[in-house]
């Protein structure tokens, strides 16, 4: 049982760039593939990035393509979500998701993911 945990959150200008991380306290993450998705109310739950188990393949939204990044730090147990050139429709609650052996698949819903942790905001706003 995963028991997930973003931070990094927080209210910036257009522009400036935040650095989200997942980790897990108790279990190693490394067997398992790591989305972030991003919820705004009334919509859908949308998948940002994601990164394989292996951690050979990434996959971004056409939206964030060229603006954020997404690695993993095995050693730390920390998967990380770099955003930079932020902007207003950037505005969301950002979760991090697992699923055991996760390949990062290039369409994926938040059905694939087993695990979810609780959510950091980030907020764009000048």
């Known amino acids: 049982q995963l028991t997930l945990v973003e931070s990094g959150g927080g209210l910036v200008q257009p522009g400036e760039s935040l650095r989200l991380s997942c980790t897990d306290p108790g279990v190693t993450l490394n067997y398992y593939g790591i989305g972030w998705f991003r919820q705004v109310p009334g919509k859908e739950r949308e998948r940002v990035s994601c990164i394989s188990s292996t951690g050979r393949t990434v996959n971004y939204e056409d939206s964030v393509k060229g603006r954020f990044t997404i690695s993993r730090d095995n050693a730390k147990n920390t998967i990380y979500l770099q955003m930079d050139s932020l902007k207003p429709d950037d505005t969301a609650l950002y979760l991090c998701?697992?699923?055991?052996?996760?390949?990062?698949?290039?369409?994926?819903?938040?059905?694939?993911?087993?695990?979810w942790g609780q959510g950091t905001q980030v907020t764009i706003s000048s």
């Open positions: 998701a697992a699923e055991l052996f996760g390949p990062c698949r290039d369409s994926e819903s938040s059905r694939e993911y087993e695990y």
